[in-house]
């Protein structure tokens, strides 16, 4: 079955630094685009940043361009999400997510917190 595993949230002051991980399973992981979402309280869920199958093409939301770098290591099935420049309002639960062809289906692992406060 498909499982994506988050990890690397936590709290850090504005302007700070964090890298989230996703380690995927379960599926072709090379052949899928993977993306990151977020999703804050009272908000609805966002994505952030999209990245294709071979890591050559990437898009991301307006609120983190410039701040924030996809990537993906195809040989460990993870997809990684480097933020720079941490608002507050960067806060949230961020989301691994992949849609899978085969069943029509979105999957979501079960998300990291990251708080940025001072």
């Known amino acids: 079955q498909v499982q994506l595993v988050e990890s690397g949230g936590g709290s850090v002051q504005p302007g700070g630094s964090l890298r989230l991980s996703c380690a995927a399973s379960g599926f072709t992981f090379s052949t899928h685009a993977m993306s990151w979402y977020r999703q804050a309280p009272g908000k609805e869920r966002q994505l952030v940043a999209r990245?294709?199958?071979?890591?050559?093409?990437?898009n991301y939301a307006d609120s983190v361009k410039g701040r924030s770098t996809i990537s993906r290591d195809n040989a460990k099935a993870t997809v990684y999400l480097q933020m720079n420049s941490l608002k507050p309002e960067d806060s949230a639960v961020y989301y691994c997510?992949?849609?899978?062809?085969?069943?029509?289906?979105?999957?979501w692992g079960q998300g990291t917190q990251v708080t940025v406060s001072s």
């Open positions: 997510n992949v849609y899978r062809r085969f069943d029509d289906r979105n999957y």
């Open positions: 990245i294709s199958s071979s890591g050559s093409m990437t």
